[in-house]
């Protein structure tokens, strides 16, 4: 079984803040988590459900925010 590895806050709102600022470096969005989730040390999944969760809690995508989640 893999070892879970926790990432601070700080980190994972650094690697969602390069996601979305490297828009326009990449073919994909995928592809641009791909490249960081390399550089940071994460899973390309990891990253990617990181960034949803941001574009949720920015109201850009449908879905509970992290706050609802927590109330609930």
Do not use: H, N
């Not at 990432?7 to 600022?21: D, G, H, I, K, W």
């Not at 940071?40 to 879905?63: F, H, M, N, Y």
């Amino acid at each position: 079984m893999r070892k879970s590895v926790k990432f601070s806050p700080e980190v994972v709102e650094l690697a969602v803040r390069m996601v979305f600022e490297a828009k326009g470096q990449y073919e994909s969005q995928w592809a641009a988590i791909e490249s960081i989730a390399a550089k940071i040390g994460c899973t390309s999944e990891t990253l990617r459900r990181w960034v949803r969760q941001a574009e949720r809690d920015q109201g850009l995508k449908p879905g509970p925010t992290t706050e609802e989640q927590q109330r609930i």
